[in-house]
């Protein structure tokens, strides 16, 4: 029986709660992740990817809940010692989260891509659900201030979001391609839907969204595409995204999130406790669900998924 398929934009730790959802209301074999690596950077020799990591420790279940990336019951021998020679330490990477570092690294100075690295090491660490990085090609994030450009992880760990920022772009978008396995299950004919995570819509979901034809194939797309709202009651659960919004100029709060996707999206999800901002998006011409999306327990992660994936259904049984 074809049970059909659900293709998600995810970035950083809101975008692995809700993907973690759905792999505990779908079979694996239904989810597919597609992932932002703007977020990515090359630091001390080697090849960095923090979302993509966050996504396959947490479908994994490795995950280090209380930071959000990383692994769980990490060790740090090697931070120390860095420390000790007096190394570049702002940027912690565990012994155990090193090993992912060093050989994505080596494979891709073998020449592999990060589609076929990345499908490995999910695989031997113990998922099989599709995880699918947004791009092979090279895409950074650098933010803007009035003191100049500021490479992403530079700006988010090392300067832990402090500067005002007034500019986002992203390096290297112009030439990147979509990665055509994202291409190819968007153009699926098992596709159910397409969820949008509660990442941060300026950092983690617009890199994916600013890649050439990513738009192009969600206009084509015969499914409903809906989005979670990541910020509840004018605040982000973690992470920068409201401070960015204010310096960005724009109002923290569900219904400015709905208008950066409202071109794109079908539906749009937002908290009980958001309520008050119904008719603003519907006026939009965009369907609301009304729901907790506030993600603590491994139940509250798979009852959101469970209600996007119902709202996805109905919204397609009244032909949106
Ligand atoms: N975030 C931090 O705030 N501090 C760190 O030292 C840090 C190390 C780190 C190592 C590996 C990894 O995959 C992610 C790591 N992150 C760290 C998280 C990451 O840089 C950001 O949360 C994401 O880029 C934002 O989505």
Redesign the pocket.
Known sequence: MDVGSYVAFA???GGAKMVQGMSGVLRDEQLKVVV?TA?DFEHLGLY????L??IMYTLCNLHNVK????LDNETWNFMQSLSNLGGTT?????DH?LA??VERTNRLNLGDTLTEITADLASKLGTSICIIPMSNDPVRTVVHTKDGPIA??DY??RL?CEPVINRICFEGIEKALFNPLATNELNSNSLKAVIICP??PY??INPILSLKSVRETLSRVKVPIIAVSPIIKGRAIK?PAAKMMNELGYEPSSSVVAKEYCDIIDGFVIDNTDIDVVDCIQEMGISVLVTNTIMNSIEDKKQLAQDVIEFAGDMMIKGV
């Open positions: 970035g950083g730790v932002n977020d960095i990817c923090p979302d990591d966050t930071t959000g990336w990383g702002w940027f912690s990477l565990g989260d992912t570092h992403f992880q988010f760990v832990a990442s941060n950092v983690s992470g």
